[in-house]
């Protein structure tokens, strides 16, 4: 018998550009060495309006909210649940079920929190065990974006109890995992237990880990960037001052040459004045 695992994570927005580089794979990942690219055109997004720009998706999705506060800088612009079990359970999937397995969760969870608040429903089979980031924008049904208030205690524990039943009845035979059914005592998991479900959650921190770290890469080559198009601004903006000052400066030297000018012309025509006219004009 394997174990579902159903991992969720809330995401700020300094984040979603590394997430959204993650999860479509738009560039190779150093710190995750379990990604194998060459079957990463395998990989397939279920959501039938899955965005190419995660950060767009989410800021439309808001602004339909018409929300009358602005949105705090530390407020959470994004969740992901993570589907998946362990190895064993997938090798006993041919690729449709495989599929269908995701398809079943991502319209399970699609219901949960609402059609027009998914970003995207990603599966990843190009590492050791496949899974599926369901990415959404926490809103509630009143129109709020709080996280906080889909995510309770008791919302997610009967979420980890509701999906695998759902998984039950479209037939696969997986489990929720440490409770063997809704209001069951907790247990002690036996050795062979322990191990799917370690397997599965070591996959899933492995990858947790390497998106943080390519998103913290991601950033920091975003602000190496940004400082460099900053500094090439600034010269501009250099250049353009010298440029206006000596523009200044020869307009000013133009104009006292032609002051200069003008008083030279002035003493040679008092000059060529004869003396007796000169003393009349005094």
Request: glycine share 4%; aromatic share 6%; charged share 30%.
């Given at each position: 018998?394997?174990?579902?695992?159903?991992?969720?994570?809330?995401?700020?927005?300094?984040?979603?550009?590394?997430?959204?580089?993650?999860?479509?794979?738009?560039?190779?990942?150093?710190?995750?060495?379990?990604?194998?690219?060459?079957?990463?055109?395998?990989?397939?997004?279920?959501?039938?309006?899955?965005?190419?720009?995660?950060?767009?998706?989410?800021?439309?999705?808001?602004?339909?909210?018409?929300?009358?506060?602005?949105?705090?800088?530390?407020?959470?612009?994004?969740c992901g649940l993570v589907v998946s079990s362990d190895k064993a359970f997938f090798d006993t999937l041919t690729a449709e079920e495989t599929r269908r397995f995701f398809e079943e969760s991502a319209a399970f969870l699609t219901d949960f929190v609402g059609r027009e608040n998914v970003i995207s429903a990603m599966v990843h089979t190009d590492e050791k065990t496949p899974h599926m980031h369901f990415l959404h924008v926490p809103v509630t049904p009143d129109g709020r974006l709080?996280?906080?208030?889909?995510?309770?205690?008791?919302?997610?524990?009967?979420?980890?109890?509701?999906?695998?039943?759902?998984?039950?009845?479209?037939?696969?035979?997986?489990?929720?995992?440490?409770?063997?059914?809704?209001?069951?005592?907790?247990?002690?998991?036996?050795?062979?237990?322990?191990?799917?479900?370690?397997?599965?959650?070591?996959?899933?921190?492995?990858?947790?880990?390497?998106?943080?770290?390519?998103?913290?890469?991601?950033?920091?080559?975003?602000?190496?960037?940004?400082?460099?198009?900053?500094?090439?601004?600034?010269?501009?903006?250099?250049?353009?001052?010298?440029?206006?000052?000596?523009?200044?400066?020869?307009?000013?030297?133009?104009?006292?040459?032609?002051?200069?000018?003008?008083?030279?012309?002035?003493?040679?025509?008092?000059?060529?004045?004869?003396?007796?006219?000169?003393?009349?004009?005094?």
């Amino acid at each position: 018998m394997s174990y579902l695992v159903l991992h969720m994570d809330k995401f700020k927005k300094d984040a979603i550009r590394g997430i959204q580089s993650h999860n479509r794979r738009e560039r190779e990942s150093h710190s995750n060495p379990d990604i194998d690219y060459s079957q990463s055109a395998g990989n397939y997004d279920l959501h039938e309006s899955a965005s190419d720009n995660y950060a767009q998706a989410i800021q439309n999705r808001i602004d339909d909210l018409l929300m009358v506060k602005a949105v705090r800088k530390d407020a959470v612009y994004m969740c992901g649940l993570v589907v998946s079990s362990d190895k064993a359970f997938f090798d006993t999937l041919t690729a449709e079920e495989t599929r269908r397995f995701f398809e079943e969760s991502a319209a399970f969870l699609t219901d949960f929190v609402g059609r027009e608040n998914v970003i995207s429903a990603m599966v990843h089979t190009d590492e050791k065990t496949p899974h599926m980031h369901f990415l959404h924008v926490p809103v509630t049904p009143d129109g709020r974006l709080s996280a906080n208030s889909i995510y309770t205690r008791a919302s997610l524990k009967k979420l980890q109890a509701d999906l695998p039943a759902h998984l039950q009845r479209c037939g696969f035979d997986i489990q929720r995992g440490v409770e063997q059914k809704p209001g069951a005592a907790k247990k002690h998991l036996d050795t062979r237990e322990f191990k799917q479900q370690q397997e599965a959650l070591d996959g899933l921190r492995s990858e947790a880990d390497a998106v943080v770290a390519d998103a913290v890469v991601h950033e920091a080559l975003l602000l190496i960037g940004e400082m460099a198009e900053r500094q090439k601004q600034e010269e501009v903006l250099q250049e353009r001052l010298q440029f206006i000052e000596r523009q200044e400066r020869e307009q000013q030297e133009a104009e006292a040459r032609q002051q200069s000018e003008r008083e030279r012309h002035i003493r040679q025509e008092l000059e060529a004045v004869p003396q007796h006219r000169r003393s009349r004009m005094r």
